[in-house]
Structures are given as structure tokens and as C-alpha cells.
């Protein structure tokens, strides 16, 4: 915890400018800064804030970002030009990933997220205030004696190796937060850097570049970061647009991460984990020799994991089957060598069956609804029927299915439109789940509906002689019951052809 008595003594001798819009909150951390730094000037927006930074210098700039006029991240552009290395920190709600990328790319000296926790904003402005303190002591002292010039520089490279931890939790924090966004994705990138490590081994490689792919393994999907959440949240395969969209990742990686130093080498391996062999991989379509070798490790490791993991439009493979189609694609998708240094390690290894692309969570459930529920009714369409069938073969699971005809209907849209047809499909549908609460519901066919369920459901249809949607209409309903215990169902094709 920072000692708040020697913060006051570090920045008695500095100047702030302190950009905030929200004026309580403005009066209440000038107030606090005041005990802190010799002077404080306030800016209610980002264009008063620039117009005090060109009347004045401070050594200290904290903004919001989102402000009236000039927003805080416009403001620290103009900033920037003016004096590239002004410390300057962001005090904001916005917690999203892109005002992250927008302001490790503007330079920004640390991010704080709103409501203000003092202990946090303490410790960062110690540590610029002693980072500026050192930076003057050196100018004032520099002739002093070697051992004082020592002293401090061990303290700014101890500042240093601090700054550099920060920004790798920071894109670690990337990554973590793109494996939440997924099921499927959870935990892919720390599997494709162990295998990265185990195969880079098998291959002789050295010590250094078997940590250097290990640690490309992990940032290798950092570049999803910028994917739409209908991309790369959908469960099934992708469309041509999708496609193109997906692969844009390793750009945008690259792009993040090459024109960091400590971070290039990691950078040149990511953009082409995406290559083939025969030359038919993005972005750049090499071949052969032409891919890196670490590259070449990095696609067999990512392709090995996507194809023993549980996705929700494919089972995941045995170890045993995903060698073998390792060794077809050898020459084709991958390169001979790692093929065979793959085959070695890989094959023994024990994998967690339990990942799975299905929702869990309350959230996650409502992710996975936008792609496999009715639009207009909420049931479950019939790409997600085909898939419980298919799943229920395999795992059994649910005892019977119940198909619901709806007879009259097209006369009905005929009186009605189509907007008072879809009504009464969704007023029918919560009759459905209000009846049978344990049932899973499907539209099927457009005004046929599906009930799968666990236990024997036996469908009384007297109560839905009575129901006044119906009867004022003439609509009808019909049933057909179907036993999974004495009939296999592999998919929905073989369900259409029963019904």
C-alpha cells in the first residue's frame, strides 16, 4: 500500500491538470489533488483542457474520456504532439477493450476505472511522481558521484520492469478477455502454447525459442480482440464474409504487437500461424520453407487443439483420430517434420473431454440464443434440433418427441397478415412452455412445433380445443409421438422422413 505521507512529499513540486466533466466529481478529486501537488488546474472538457496544456506545462495530465467538445482521447492526441513523453493517466467508466488498444496506443501512462479507488490511484501516481522526481534528480545531479548515478538507475529499471509487467498483464488481460467472450475458446490459447512448447522440444529448437513460441502461444488469438461477437461467437461455420472477417485476427495481432519491441519476434510468428503448406493459408499465402519454423509449429498446435475440442457443430476427435489426420495432412496443411515431432508428443497426451462450446452461464446462454433461437417465437430452431438429435444419439439423454401440426394456419395469416400470424405463433409457443416447463420447444417447418424431453411427456390435446386463438379461427391441432428409446434418430433429416 502506498504511504500517502511520502506521496505528498514526492509531488509537493509538481503540477497537475486534472480534465473532468462531471462537476462533483471534479470538486471532490481537486479537493484530494490539492493535498498532493504544488498546483492543480482544473478543465471541465477536453478543448479547455488543451487550451490550459498550450497556456501552461504540468507534469501530470488526468482526464475522462468521454467529455463534451473534445473527448479525452482526442485531447491526448493533440497532447502528444505537443510533448510526446507528458505522463499523462485516464480516469474513466469505460472499461471496454478498445478505449484499452486506443490508449496503449496513445502512450498513456496507466488507465484507472471508475468509481475512483484511492489506494489504486495512490500507487499510480507515486509511481509517476517518483519516476519525474528521479527524472529531475538526474538532470540536477548528474554530475554527482557513480555510485548515487547507480543507485538511480537500478531504481528506474526496477520502474521499468514494472511498467513492462503491467503492459504484459494488460494484454494478458486481452486474451482472457476474448476466451470469455467464447465457450469453446476457454483455456485454446494456454493448450496451443503447451503444444507449441512440447513440439518446439521434440524439434531441438533452442531454450530461447521454445519460451518465445510458448509465449506467442498465448497472444497468438490476440488479434480477435477487433472480431464482432457475431463472428466469433457463432457456433456453426462460417460464411464467405465471416471467413474473411475471422482471418483479419492475425493482421490486427500483428499490428499490436510488431511495433513493440519486447514483443516483435512474438509478432512475426502469429501473423502466419494461418499458413499452409501447399500455400492455400492467409494472410500472405506462403509455402514450404517460406513459413517459419516456429509458424509452422504454432498451425499444427492451433489446428490439433480446434480438432480435440468439443465445438457445437462437431464433436471433438479422439487423440488417436486427430494424429492420424495430422499425418494425412502432412505435405499438405503441415509441414512434414512437424508432423512427425508432433506424433511423438502428442499422442500420449490425456485431453480434457469436458470443454464444450455449450452455454453454461446465464450470459452464455443468452450469447448461444441469438444464433439457435426462432426470431419471432423465441423457441429453438431446427439448425439446433438437428444438433440435440445428433447429440442425443451418441449421449442419450431425452426419451420422446412430440411434433404439433397446426392445421389452418395459412388461413389464418391470410385474414390476419403476417405480423398478426407471427403473434399468435408466440402466443402459442408460451402456451407450450407454460404447460410443459421441462420440454424443449422448437419451431419446425414454420407453424409445426417440436417438444423434446427427458421423460415420457404424453400430450393432452383437449387443452388446446378451448383455446380462444384457436377456435375463433377454425385452427386445429394434431400430434405425433415418436419413442427414442425403440427408435434412433441420427439427425433431422431421418425425424422429416418418420413425420
Same mark, same amino acid.
Request: overall charge negative; aromatic content about 10%; hydrophobic content about 40%.
Given at each position: 500500500?502506498?504511504?500517502?505521507?511520502?506521496?505528498?512529499?514526492?509531488?509537493?513540486?509538481? !503540477?497537475?491538470?486534472?480534465?473532468?466533466? &462531471?462537476?462533483?466529481?471534479?470538486?471532490?478529486?481537486?479537493?484530494?489533488?490539492?493535498?498532493?501537488? =504544488?498546483?492543480?488546474?482544473?478543465?471541465?472538457?477536453?478543448?479547455?483542457?488543451?487550451?490550459?496544456?498550450?497556456?501552461? *506545462?504540468?507534469?501530470?495530465?488526468?482526464?475522462?474520456?468521454?467529455?463534451?467538445?473534445? &473527448?479525452?482521447?482526442?485531447?491526448? %492526441?493533440?497532447?502528444? $504532439?505537443?510533448?510526446?513523453?507528458?505522463?499523462?493517466?485516464?480516469? *474513466?467508466?469505460?472499461?471496454?477493450?478498445?478505449?484499452?488498444?486506443?490508449?496503449?496506443?496513445?502512450?498513456?501512462?496507466?488507465?484507472?476505472? %471508475?468509481?475512483?479507488?484511492?489506494?489504486?490511484?495512490?500507487?499510480?501516481?507515486?509511481?509517476?511522481?517518483?519516476?519525474?522526481?528521479?527524472?529531475?534528480? @538526474?538532470?540536477?545531479?548528474?554530475?554527482?558521484?557513480?555510485?548515487?548515478?547507480?543507485?538511480?538507475?537500478?531504481?528506474? =529499471?526496477?520502474?521499468?520492469?514494472?511498467?513492462?509487467?503491467?503492459? $504484459?498483464? !494488460?494484454?494478458?488481460?486481452?486474451?482472457?478477455?476474448?476466451?470469455?467472450?467464447?465457450?469453446?475458446?476457454? #483455456?485454446?490459447?494456454?493448450?496451443?502454447?503447451? +503444444?507449441?512448447?512440447?513440439?518446439?522440444?521434440?524439434?531441438?529448437?533452442?531454450?530461447?525459442?521454445?519460451?518465445?513460441?510458448?509465449?506467442?502461444?498465448?497472444?497468438?488469438?490476440?488479434?480477435?480482440? !477487433?472480431?464482432?461477437?457475431?463472428?466469433?461467437?457463432?457456433?456453426?461455420?462460417?460464411?464467405?464474409?465471416? +471467413?474473411?472477417?475471422?482471418?483479419?485476427?492475425?493482421?490486427?495481432?500483428?499490428?499490436?504487437?510488431?511495433?513493440?519491441?519486447?514483443?516483435?519476434?512474438?509478432?512475426?510468428?502469429?501473423?502466419?500461424?494461418?499458413?499452409?503448406?501447399?500455400?492455400?493459408? +492467409?494472410?500472405?499465402?506462403?509455402?514450404?520453407?517460406?513459413?517459419?519454423?516456429?509458424?509452422?509449429?504454432?498451425?499444427?498446435?492451433?489446428?490439433?487443439?480446434?480438432?480435440? !475440442?468439443?465445438?457445437?457443430? %462437431?464433436?471433438?476427435?479422439?487423440?488417436?483420430?486427430?494424429?492420424?489426420?495430422?499425418?494425412?495432412?502432412?505435405?499438405?496443411?503441415?509441414?512434414?517434420?512437424?508432423?512427425?515431432?508432433?506424433?511423438?508428443?502428442?499422442?500420449?497426451?490425456?485431453?480434457?473431454?469436458?470443454? *464444450?462450446?455449450?452455454?453454461?452461464?446465464?450470459?452464455?446462454?443468452?450469447?448461444?440464443?441469438?444464433? +439457435?433461437?426462432?426470431?419471432?417465437?423465441?423457441?429453438?430452431?431446427?439448425?439446433?434440433?438437428?444438433?440435440?438429435?445428433?447429440?442425443?444419439?451418441?449421449?442419450?439423454?431425452?426419451?420422446?418427441? @412430440?411434433?404439433?401440426?397446426?392445421? @389452418?394456419?395459412?388461413?389464418? @395469416?391470410?385474414?390476419?397478415?403476417?405480423?398478426? #400470424?407471427?403473434?399468435?405463433?408466440?402466443?402459442?409457443?408460451?402456451?407450450?412452455?407454460?404447460?410443459?416447463?421441462?420440454?424443449?420447444?422448437?419451431?419446425?417447418?414454420?407453424?409445426?412445433?417440436?417438444?423434446?424431453?427427458?421423460?415420457?411427456?404424453?400430450?393432452?390435446?383437449?387443452?388446446?380445443?378451448?383455446?380462444?386463438?384457436?377456435?375463433?379461427?377454425?385452427?386445429?391441432?394434431?400430434?405425433?409421438?415418436?419413442?427414442?428409446?425403440?427408435?434412433?434418430?441420427?439427425?433431422?433429416?431421418?425425424?422429416?422422413?418418420?413425420?
Amino acid at each position: 500500500m502506498t504511504d500517502v505521507k511520502k506521496l505528498r512529499e514526492i509531488a509537493k513540486d509538481l !503540477t497537475v491538470l486534472y480534465v473532468e466533466d &462531471t462537476k462533483d466529481l471534479r470538486d471532490a478529486m481537486s479537493q484530494y489533488l490539492k493535498k498532493l501537488f =504544488l498546483h492543480v488546474r482544473l478543465a471541465s472538457d477536453g478543448k479547455e483542457g488543451l487550451k490550459s496544456y498550450q497556456e501552461e *506545462s504540468f507534469d501530470i495530465v488526468i482526464t475522462d474520456i468521454q467529455m463534451p467538445y473534445m &473527448t479525452g482521447l482526442e485531447m491526448i %492526441k493533440e497532447i502528444k $504532439e505537443i510533448k510526446d513523453e507528458q505522463e499523462i493517466i485516464i480516469i *474513466s467508466a469505460y472499461g471496454e477493450a478498445q478505449y484499452f488498444l486506443d490508449a496503449i496506443r496513445l502512450g498513456v501512462s496507466d488507465y484507472i476505472i %471508475k468509481p475512483i479507488n484511492h489506494t489504486q490511484i495512490n500507487q499510480v501516481l507515486y509511481k509517476i511522481a517518483y519516476k519525474l522526481m528521479r527524472f529531475k534528480e @538526474n538532470i540536477e545531479y548528474k554530475e554527482h558521484l557513480e555510485a548515487m548515478v547507480e543507485a538511480r538507475s537500478f531504481k528506474i =529499471l526496477a520502474l521499468e520492469k514494472e511498467k513492462i509487467k503491467n503492459f $504484459e498483464n !494488460t494484454l494478458l488481460a486481452f486474451v482472457e478477455l476474448i476466451e470469455d467472450r467464447d465457450t469453446y475458446t476457454g #483455456g485454446h490459447s494456454q493448450r496451443v502454447a503447451m +503444444y507449441c512448447k512440447l513440439i518446439a522440444q521434440k524439434m531441438n529448437c533452442s531454450d530461447e525459442e521454445c519460451e518465445l513460441i510458448y509465449r506467442a502461444g498465448i497472444l497468438h488469438d490476440i488479434g480477435k480482440i !477487433t472480431t464482432p461477437d457475431t463472428v466469433l461467437l457463432k457456433p456453426g461455420k462460417l460464411n464467405e464474409l465471416e +471467413y474473411k472477417l475471422i482471418q483479419d485476427h492475425v493482421k490486427v495481432g500483428y499490428s499490436l504487437l510488431h511495433k513493440i519491441d519486447m514483443y516483435k519476434e512474438l509478432a512475426e510468428i502469429i501473423i502466419y500461424h494461418h499458413e499452409r503448406y501447399d500455400g492455400l493459408g +492467409y494472410p500472405k499465402g506462403l509455402k514450404g520453407e517460406e513459413i517459419p519454423t516456429l509458424a509452422r509449429i504454432m498451425m499444427l498446435a492451433d489446428a490439433f487443439d480446434a480438432m480435440t !475440442t468439443n465445438r457445437i457443430y %462437431k464433436g471433438r476427435k479422439k487423440t488417436s483420430v486427430a494424429i492420424e489426420e495430422l499425418q494425412k495432412l502432412s505435405k499438405k496443411q503441415f509441414h512434414p517434420e512437424v508432423v512427425a515431432a508432433a506424433v511423438e508428443v502428442l499422442s500420449d497426451l490425456q485431453i480434457v473431454e469436458s470443454i *464444450s462450446q455449450l452455454p453454461v452461464t446465464d450470459i452464455e446462454q443468452e450469447r448461444f440464443s441469438y444464433f +439457435y433461437r426462432d426470431q419471432i417465437t423465441h423457441a429453438f430452431n431446427a439448425d439446433y434440433l438437428n444438433f440435440m438429435i445428433n447429440r442425443n444419439y451418441f449421449e442419450p439423454e431425452y426419451s420422446c418427441i @412430440n411434433t404439433l401440426y397446426m392445421h @389452418n394456419f395459412s388461413h389464418y @395469416n391470410k385474414k390476419h397478415g403476417w405480423s398478426g #400470424g407471427d403473434k399468435l405463433l408466440s402466443q402459442f409457443v408460451d402456451h407450450l412452455q407454460g404447460l410443459y416447463p421441462l420440454a424443449m420447444i422448437f419451431r419446425f417447418h414454420g407453424d409445426d412445433f417440436i417438444l423434446l424431453s427427458k421423460e415420457h411427456l404424453e400430450i393432452d390435446m383437449n387443452q388446446f380445443e378451448f383455446l380462444d386463438i384457436f377456435q375463433a379461427e377454425h385452427i386445429s391441432i394434431s400430434k405425433l409421438h415418436i419413442d427414442l428409446k425403440k427408435q434412433e434418430l441420427r439427425n433431422l433429416k431421418e425425424l422429416e422422413e418418420l413425420l
